[in-house]
């Protein structure tokens, strides 16, 4: 096991259905969850005993005196959450240690689990601060965890209250992370990773029942599911909607440096330099043209406006300018 590990889940999603009752379609996503769960405390019993070094190992061993929240010593564990209507939702996690100081350890990934939501947050946020006095969020004194799952809940709750755009949700987090989060209300799941690729980020769907299944680590699932064809969700992109589908919001660091590139290319050719217009006539702003990216995922954007922006706009830009859907059942 590598150092570097921090923590496992898997997730199952229910299609909703108008029969969905006890003992029917509601069990497809508890069973799979088992059997995953079951396969997580093996491994956290096999490498505590013969990885006394590892990050598993020394969560088993830390003191509940060193976890940096009461809560998590309940999360020091492998658990299984439920969600929804007769459980439409499933998650299992294996916890991993982070070290964080001398005497003080920290449980990875974060969970936050109530009535209305399921979050399951692997990474970290870059703009926790400012994002807190933009959400008018409290601090939740040593306790990272915490403060990290509500932050990126109440921008959630605001995007849905407000009836927002979900690019422009996903497109206020900033830093490396990967997660998961369950909408009891809307009876759907919403899969995020970051643009810089850094947290992994896994799916699949049931052909036949249209469960979405979603994991961070393809090396803990049981083996009736490594039969399974996944795919990666692909840095910059999230899963949502009560059928699941592919969404884009950010540019990869990649892409926008050849988009950057191309766009600066673009306004020189239209007689444009860094100051501004030299013949004082924009394009207009309703033009588009084809975009094939440095990976060549053919992006449609608009021509014109500024091929200069920089830091987060970049992001925010690029993601409403971003019109890639795909349907997660094609």
């Not at 598993?56 to 809560?71: D, G, I, M, V």
């Not at 497109?171 to 490396?176: A, D, K, N, R, W």
């Amino acid at each position: 096991m590598d150092d570097g590990f921090e923590g496992a889940f898997f997730a199952v999603c229910d299609k909703p259905r108008s029969w969905f009752r006890l003992g029917g379609a509601g069990s497809a996503s508890t069973e799979a969850v088992d059997e995953c769960m079951n396969g997580y405390v093996s491994a956290l019993e096999q490498e505590t005993a013969f990885s006394p070094d590892g990050p598993l190992a020394q969560l088993a061993r830390t003191p509940e005196s060193a976890l940096t929240s009461p809560r998590h010593a309940a999360q020091s564990k492998v658990q299984k959450y439920l969600a929804g209507v007769n459980d439409q939702c499933a998650l299992t996690v294996l916890p991993a240690a982070s070290s964080i100081g001398a005497h003080l350890v920290r449980v990875l990934p974060y969970v936050s689990s109530s009535p209305e939501f399921l979050l399951c947050f692997c990474g970290y946020l870059s703009n926790a601060s400012e994002l807190a006095e933009q959400l008018g969020a409290h601090n939740t004194p040593g306790d990272r965890g915490m403060a990290t799952t509500q932050l990126v809940l109440r921008a959630y709750q605001r995007m849905r209250e407000g009836d927002k755009d979900e690019r422009l949700f996903i497109s206020e987090l900033q830093g490396h992370f990967a997660f998961y989060l369950y909408d009891a209300a809307r009876k759907c799941a919403f899969a995020a990773r970051d643009p810089s690729g850094q947290q992994e980020l896994f799916y699949t769907v049931d052909a036949d029942s249209c469960s979405l299944y979603v994991t961070n680590c393809m090396e803990r699932l049981p083996a009736a599911q490594t039969r399974v064809k996944w795919r990666e969700v692909p840095p910059g992109h999230f899963i949502s909607g009560p059928k699941p589908a592919l969404h884009q919001f950010a540019l990869t660091p990649r892409e926008l440096e050849g988009r950057t590139r191309l766009e600066s290319l673009d306004l020189g050719s239209l007689g444009c330099t860094e100051s501004g217009w030299d013949d004082g006539d924009e394009p207009s702003p309703h033009g588009h043209e084809r975009y094939d990216g440095a990976d060549g995922s053919g992006n449609d954007r608009v021509a014109g406006g500024s091929a200069r922006l920089t830091g987060p706009k970049q992001l925010i830009a690029a993601a409403l300018s971003l019109s890639r859907r795909t349907s997660l059942a094609e």
